[in-house]
């Protein structure tokens, strides 16, 4: 592989890794933060996705970024609203919004399964214009996924810590406890995820105008890259600050779209991409009960025996 290719599949993984570490970084408000599991994740990255081609095609392409963050908003208001409201399982209520969502998505894209963006202008079409005959020629996808990363990292960093956020926190810590604090987790726990499915529908809305289409697949599999991605951030930044773990949890992204570029730079049949992220899904969640039994697997097979020799 020579240099140059060595260089596109990177940039290629690190533009597909920031635009999807938007989604990684709801999960982890939704998942680290508040230990809910939300799996309308997929859903909801493809509400994005289709609210903003949507949008794009109407003529407001800037617009479309805050529309699709409303449209996640309204979902993450439903999954909510049935956990807290309506007494049903977190996973159970996620599974159900994903559900409905497919025909809102469909509803939404006007009956069809596809919207193609190749006529209209995006966000990246206006980035393209600006940094055109400057050394940032043709990097405008990085661009704009690299700013919008790097506000949701920064809001991120900064509401966590604010009361609210220390009080959703505290909620997924111990709501027993926030509850006899005078804190309401029903509150807590619905601005949570409002705020967690924004970030999703930024992330489809920003990939849909960066692959110049929208169909209704687009966010199949998310919720699964979305927590590999997370995990492997946690086995390298798990510890400190918020900043540093939303970060983390950014590289890990990128690392697993670098894996995932590279599987298809070797010619790997496309149905076997499903098989690759479950294993490192597999890889991640194993990986640091692995390192910590690592001694005792060692002394069985004798093999620390054969190192002392």
């Known amino acids: 592989m020579s240099l140059t290719n060595a260089l596109s599949l990177g940039q290629t993984a690190l533009e597909l890794g920031l635009i999807c570490s938007l989604t990684v970084l709801a999960l982890f408000l939704s998942y680290s933060m508040l230990n809910v599991c939300d799996l309308s994740t997929d859903g909801c990255f493809t509400?994005?996705?289709?609210?903003?081609?949507?949008?794009?095609l109407a003529g407001h392409p800037f617009l479309s970024l805050p529309a699709a963050m409303i449209?996640?908003?309204?979902?993450?208001?439903?999954?909510?609203?049935?956990?807290?409201?309506?007494?049903?399982?977190s996973l159970l209520a996620g599974i159900i919004v994903n559900t409905g969502?497919?025909?809102v998505n469909i509803g939404v894209m006007g009956g069809s399964s596809l919207l193609n963006l190749n006529k209209a202008d995006t966000v990246y079409t206006y980035v393209?214009?600006?940094?055109?005959?400057?050394?940032?020629?043709?990097k405008q996808t990085l661009i704009v996924a690299f700013v919008a990363v790097a506000l949701v990292v920064v809001f991120l960093t900064l509401f966590l810590n604010t009361r609210l956020g220390l009080a959703i926190r505290?909620?997924?810590?111990?709501?027993?406890?926030?509850?006899?604090?005078?804190?309401?987790?029903?509150?807590t726990t619905t601005v949570g995820l409002c705020v967690a499915n924004a970030f999703t529908g930024l992330s489809g809305c920003l990939l849909a105008q960066s692959q110049k289409s929208a169909d209704i697949n687009i966010g199949t599999g998310m919720v699964t890259i979305a927590l590999a991605?997370?995990?492997?951030?946690?086995?390298?930044?798990?510890?400190?600050?918020?900043?540093?773990?939303?970060?983390?949890v950014v590289v890990g992204s990128f690392?697993?779209?670098?894996?995932?570029?590279?599987?298809?730079?070797?010619?790997?049949?496309?149905?076997?991409?499903?098989?690759?992220?479950?294993?490192?899904?597999?890889?991640?969640?194993?990986?640091?009960?692995?390192r910590k039994q690592w001694p005792v697997i060692c002394r069985r097979f004798g093999w620390a025996q054969k190192g002392g020799k």
């Open 255 to 290: 690392i697993f779209r670098l894996v995932y570029t590279i599987a298809l730079r070797f010619n790997m049949p496309a149905f076997m991409l499903k098989l690759v992220s479950s294993i490192i899904v597999i890889i991640a969640i194993s990986g640091p009960y692995l």
């Open 229 to 248: 991605s997370l995990l492997i951030g946690g086995t390298f930044f798990g510890h400190g600050g918020i900043c540093r773990r939303a970060i983390g």
């Open 47 to 56: 509400l994005g996705a289709t609210v903003g081609a949507t949008v794009a």
């Open 101 to 103: 969502l497919y025909s």
């Open 128 to 138: 393209k214009n600006v940094v055109k005959d400057t050394p940032l020629q043709g």
């Open 71 to 89: 449209a996640g908003i309204l979902s993450g208001f439903v999954t909510a609203l049935l956990q807290t409201r309506m007494g049903i399982d």
């Open 170 to 187: 505290a909620t997924g810590n111990n709501p027993d406890m926030v509850r006899s604090s005078s804190i309401n987790p029903i509150f």
